[in-house]
């Protein structure tokens, strides 16, 4: 069974670009959850999109946003880019969006905002 | 204060011995999970707890709803158990929500 996919693995872009990341959940997993990790702050929550409904939002600007099409495979992106913005983003999948379903998490996708 | 607190936040150890990771937290929470970084980035869900204890291999994984805390043990520990160690806990109502503590660095020497 192929684990969670996130493309593109490394990207850079500079300042005022924006970007979009890939999330393919593992086949039959309707929740997909997207974190920002970066050195200062950490693993940081940013949302969760169960059955195309975005279920839950972390505490982030607008400038970042996600959806999630009809076969759950999910992406984010990042508008006008700031150096700040520069971290791994991870996604994770999970049969259920009740809180009590095992996360499975890609292997990130790491953005340096130059 | 952190909603999720870890100690310690680094910690380095000889092969074999016996390690503890602990993890307290201030919120209501549903589960928590214990997670598990190797350098690139790649995160492994090691445990997921809502009561009592879990075990897998070496690694054992309890919590104490009531006291609001967990902890991560290895038995003899491995120089390939070298990772960084994450607490997370998926609040009350909040779906797949994760707050995440700030994680342990452990080393095991060979």
């Known amino acids: 069974k192929a684990g969670v996919t996130q493309t593109p693995r490394y990207l850079i872009k500079t300042r005022g670009q924006q970007v979009t990341l890939s999330c393919s959940p593992i086949s039959g997993h309707r929740s997909v959850s997207w974190y920002q990790q970066t050195p200062g702050q950490g693993l940081q929550f940013l949302f969760e999109y169960f059955s195309e409904t975005q279920r839950n939002k972390g505490n982030f600007p607008g400038r970042f946003s996600g959806r999630q099409f009809s076969n759950s495979r999910s992406e984010m992106n990042v508008s006008t880019l700031e150096l700040g913005d520069s971290a791994l983003y991870l996604c994770a999948s999970s049969l259920a969006s009740s809180g009590i379903g095992e996360l499975f998490f890609g292997e990130g996708s790491r953005l340096t905002v130059l | 204060k952190n909603e999720v607190e870890q100690s310690p936040q680094n910690l380095t150890a000889q092969e074999g011995e016996f390690i503890t990771i602990n993890c307290s937290y201030s919120?209501?929470?549903?589960?928590l999970h214990w997670l598990q970084q190797h350098p690139g980035g790649g995160i492994v869900s090691l445990f997921m707890?809502?009561?009592g204890k879990k075990k897998h291999g070496r690694l054992i994984a309890t919590i104490n709803i009531q006291e609001k805390h967990s902890s991560l043990h290895i038995t003899a520990s491995h120089p390939r158990d070298s990772a960084v160690y994450i607490c997370?806990?998926?609040?009350?109502?909040?779906?797949?929500?994760?707050?995440f503590g700030g994680g342990t660095r452990l080393m095991v020497k060979p």
């Open positions: 919120v209501g929470i549903s589960a």
């Open positions: 997370a806990v998926k609040n009350n109502n909040a779906g797949n929500m994760l707050t």
């Open positions: 707890l809502s009561s």
